[in-house]
């Protein structure tokens, strides 16, 4: 198994430029978030789906959109780049359950730079 | 008050070396509490999980929960350079169903000198 795979892994964009970053595991999980890592800052969620067609805010969705077509991909979408977005992104899947969390498995991340 | 509250450090210690990290937390909704280890310019990765108060033992690491306190900690024995990462804690909350909230401390960067 692959797990979860993640491009680009790095990106420079001018504000402005939109991108679409990909995300796929391979692992069946129904559950997938993104988020984002600012230097000293911990990790902030900023999308989830909890399966293929259905999607949600986290803490920090704005300047994003997510779709989720497939079990397998969730790709993020920037539409217009700032320099506040400037971060390492990382995507994560993970089982459902009912006992109120299960394990996050993270891909490697992409590092963007927004200029 | 922040949810969680984790020392960012950075932390260097000598190999061999008994490593204490903590986070303090204000929700008492957290039920799940976790440590995760991030190595450089990688994802995070799970190391140990916790349900209850108490200790938890794995090999070189322990994971202590005190929830009257609400206080976690990680302890690292005989560390070695290997252990040199960012750990972060998290722990989550039930948002009802099978949804749960996933909440993460700032993350302690530990250097261990050979």
């Known amino acids: 198994n692959a797990g979860v795979t993640q491009t680009p892994k790095f990106r420079i964009l001018k504000i402005g430029q939109s991108m679409t970053l990909q995300c796929t595991q391979d692992m069946n999980h129904n559950y997938m978030y993104w988020y984002r890592q600012d230097p000293g800052m911990g990790l902030k969620l900023i999308y989830y789906s909890v399966g293929a067609g259905i999607t949600d805010k986290g803490e920090v969705p704005n300047g994003y959109n997510v779709s989720r077509s497939t079990t397998e991909d969730f790709p993020l979408r920037l539409e217009l780049a700032a320099p506040s977005q400037t971060s390492v992104y990382f995507c994560?899947?993970?089982?459902?359950?009912?006992?109120?969390?299960?394990?996050?498995?993270f891909g490697p991340g992409t590092r963007l730079t927004v200029t | 008050q922040k949810e969680v509250e984790q020392d960012p450090g950075p932390l260097s210690v000598p190999e061999g070396a008994i490593v204490s990290l903590n986070c303090t937390y204000s929700n008492s909704a957290f039920q799940y509490f976790m440590w995760y280890r991030q190595y450089s310019r990688k994802g995070p990765e799970l190391l140990m999980y916790?349900?209850?108060?108490g200790n938890k033992e794995d090999g070189r690491f322990t994971a202590q929960v005190d929830k009257s306190s609400k206080y976690i900690s990680l302890f690292i024995r005989d560390s070695q350079p290997s252990d040199s990462a960012t750990y972060l804690c998290?722990?989550?909350?039930?948002?009802?169903?099978?949804?749960?909230?996933?909440?993460f401390g700032k993350g302690t960067l530990l250097t261990v000198n050979p």
């Open positions: 998290a722990m989550s909350a039930p948002l009802g169903g099978s949804n749960y909230k996933l909440t």
């Open positions: 916790t349900y209850s108060s």
């Open positions: 994560a899947s993970s089982y459902s359950s009912s006992r109120g969390w299960n394990e996050q498995y």
